[in-house]
Protein backbone atom coordinates (compact mmCIF):
# COMPACT_ATOMS: atom_id res chain seq x y z
CA UNK A 1 0.00 0.00 0.00
CA UNK A 2 1.34 3.44 -1.10
CA UNK A 3 1.22 6.18 1.05
CA UNK A 4 1.43 9.80 -0.30
CA UNK A 5 5.06 11.78 0.35
CA UNK A 6 4.77 14.41 3.05
CA UNK A 7 1.93 12.68 5.42
CA UNK A 8 4.02 11.07 7.93
CA UNK A 9 1.96 8.09 8.38
CA UNK A 10 2.86 4.66 7.97
CA UNK A 11 1.46 2.15 5.71
CA UNK A 12 -0.24 -0.14 7.67
CA UNK A 13 -1.81 -4.18 7.04
CA UNK A 14 -5.06 -4.63 5.37
CA UNK A 15 -7.36 -6.15 7.73
CA UNK A 16 -8.20 -9.64 7.73
CA UNK A 17 -11.20 -8.89 6.48
CA UNK A 18 -9.70 -7.23 2.79
CA UNK A 19 -7.43 -9.93 2.64
CA UNK A 20 -9.62 -12.61 2.84
CA UNK A 21 -11.75 -10.27 0.14
CA UNK A 22 -9.37 -10.30 -2.26
CA UNK A 23 -8.37 -13.67 -1.66
CA UNK A 24 -11.77 -14.41 -2.54
CA UNK A 25 -11.80 -12.13 -5.59
CA UNK A 26 -8.49 -13.83 -7.48
CA UNK A 27 -10.38 -17.63 -6.12
CA UNK A 28 -13.78 -16.54 -7.72
CA UNK A 29 -12.23 -15.37 -11.19
CA UNK A 30 -10.17 -18.81 -11.33
CA UNK A 31 -13.03 -20.11 -10.79
CA UNK A 32 -15.35 -18.69 -13.59
CA UNK A 33 -12.83 -19.22 -16.02
CA UNK A 34 -12.49 -22.32 -15.07
CA UNK A 35 -16.18 -23.43 -15.21
CA UNK A 36 -16.02 -21.78 -18.58
CA UNK A 37 -13.31 -23.09 -20.29
CA UNK A 38 -14.86 -26.51 -18.99
CA UNK A 39 -18.28 -25.64 -21.03
CA UNK A 40 -16.53 -24.88 -24.33
CA UNK A 41 -13.14 -27.54 -23.82
CA UNK A 42 -14.18 -29.25 -27.25
CA UNK A 43 -14.62 -25.66 -29.22
CA UNK A 44 -11.33 -23.88 -29.61
CA UNK A 45 -12.94 -20.39 -31.04
CA UNK A 46 -15.57 -20.40 -28.07
CA UNK A 47 -13.02 -21.33 -25.39
CA UNK A 48 -10.70 -18.41 -26.90
CA UNK A 49 -13.36 -15.93 -26.75
CA UNK A 50 -15.13 -17.23 -23.29
CA UNK A 51 -11.37 -16.73 -21.62
CA UNK A 52 -11.14 -13.49 -23.17
CA UNK A 53 -14.33 -11.92 -22.42
CA UNK A 54 -14.23 -13.33 -18.70
CA UNK A 55 -11.22 -11.57 -17.92
CA UNK A 56 -12.28 -8.35 -19.88
CA UNK A 57 -15.41 -8.67 -17.35
CA UNK A 58 -13.79 -9.11 -14.16
CA UNK A 59 -10.67 -6.60 -14.85
CA UNK A 60 -13.59 -3.94 -16.38
CA UNK A 61 -15.44 -4.39 -13.16
CA UNK A 62 -12.68 -4.13 -11.15
CA UNK A 63 -11.70 -0.86 -13.37
CA UNK A 64 -15.26 0.49 -12.70
CA UNK A 65 -14.33 0.23 -9.18
CA UNK A 66 -11.58 2.53 -8.87
CA UNK A 67 -11.98 5.48 -11.42
CA UNK A 68 -14.46 8.28 -11.61
CA UNK A 69 -16.43 9.25 -14.47
CA UNK A 70 -15.95 8.59 -18.04
CA UNK A 71 -13.26 6.11 -17.11
CA UNK A 72 -15.67 4.21 -15.04
CA UNK A 73 -18.66 4.75 -17.40
CA UNK A 74 -16.82 2.81 -19.97
CA UNK A 75 -15.54 -0.17 -18.16
CA UNK A 76 -19.04 -0.54 -16.87
CA UNK A 77 -20.29 -0.59 -20.17
CA UNK A 78 -16.97 -2.69 -21.31
CA UNK A 79 -18.26 -5.16 -18.10
CA UNK A 80 -21.86 -5.34 -18.74
CA UNK A 81 -20.99 -5.68 -23.11
CA UNK A 82 -18.38 -8.56 -21.88
CA UNK A 83 -21.21 -10.44 -19.53
CA UNK A 84 -23.65 -10.49 -22.29
CA UNK A 85 -21.48 -11.96 -24.75
CA UNK A 86 -20.52 -14.70 -22.24
CA UNK A 87 -24.32 -15.32 -21.82
CA UNK A 88 -24.31 -15.69 -25.52
CA UNK A 89 -21.80 -18.38 -26.10
CA UNK A 90 -22.23 -20.59 -22.97
CA UNK A 91 -26.20 -20.68 -23.09
CA UNK A 92 -26.24 -23.52 -25.68
CA UNK A 93 -24.84 -25.51 -22.56
CA UNK A 94 -25.25 -26.33 -19.28
CA UNK A 95 -27.59 -23.09 -17.62
CA UNK A 96 -26.55 -23.92 -14.33
CA UNK A 97 -22.73 -23.51 -15.44
CA UNK A 98 -23.95 -20.23 -17.07
CA UNK A 99 -25.09 -18.91 -13.98
CA UNK A 100 -22.52 -20.03 -11.97
CA UNK A 101 -19.56 -18.37 -14.40
CA UNK A 102 -22.21 -15.06 -14.21
CA UNK A 103 -22.62 -15.58 -10.56
CA UNK A 104 -18.46 -15.89 -9.79
CA UNK A 105 -17.76 -12.96 -12.01
CA UNK A 106 -20.08 -11.09 -10.30
CA UNK A 107 -18.45 -12.25 -7.15
CA UNK A 108 -14.83 -11.39 -7.96
CA UNK A 109 -16.36 -7.91 -9.00
CA UNK A 110 -17.92 -7.40 -5.34
CA UNK A 111 -15.01 -9.38 -3.32
CA UNK A 112 -12.29 -6.60 -4.96
CA UNK A 113 -14.64 -4.04 -3.93
CA UNK A 114 -14.50 -5.06 -0.18
CA UNK A 115 -10.86 -5.83 -0.95
CA UNK A 116 -10.15 -2.32 -1.87
CA UNK A 117 -12.12 -0.68 0.95
CA UNK A 118 -11.43 2.74 1.25
CA UNK A 119 -9.07 3.30 -1.69
CA UNK A 120 -12.18 3.55 -4.30
CA UNK A 121 -13.92 6.22 -6.24
CA UNK A 122 -16.52 7.48 -4.47
CA UNK A 123 -19.50 5.26 -6.62
CA UNK A 124 -23.37 6.41 -7.25
CA UNK A 125 -25.50 5.75 -4.64
CA UNK A 126 -27.61 2.88 -6.85
CA UNK A 127 -24.20 1.29 -7.25
CA UNK A 128 -23.20 1.00 -3.38
CA UNK A 129 -26.64 -0.37 -3.33
CA UNK A 130 -26.01 -3.04 -5.45
CA UNK A 131 -22.30 -3.49 -4.38
CA UNK A 132 -22.90 -3.97 -0.68
CA UNK A 133 -25.79 -6.36 -1.14
CA UNK A 134 -23.07 -8.40 -2.93
CA UNK A 135 -20.77 -8.04 -0.10
CA UNK A 136 -23.13 -9.56 1.97
CA UNK A 137 -24.15 -5.42 3.99
CA UNK A 138 -26.96 -4.08 4.34
CA UNK A 139 -28.31 -1.51 1.63
CA UNK A 140 -27.79 1.86 3.98
CA UNK A 141 -31.36 3.57 4.17
Known sequence: MTIPAGT???????????????????????????????????EPLRLVLVLVLVIAAVVAGWTALVHRGGRRAAAAAVAVV??????????????????????LVLLATAAARVALGHHLAPASGALTALLRVLAGQRPAR
Open 8 to 42: GEAPSRPSAKRRVAAAGALIALVAAVGLAVAGVLR
Open 82 to 103: ALAGIVVLLVTGSLLRLALVVG
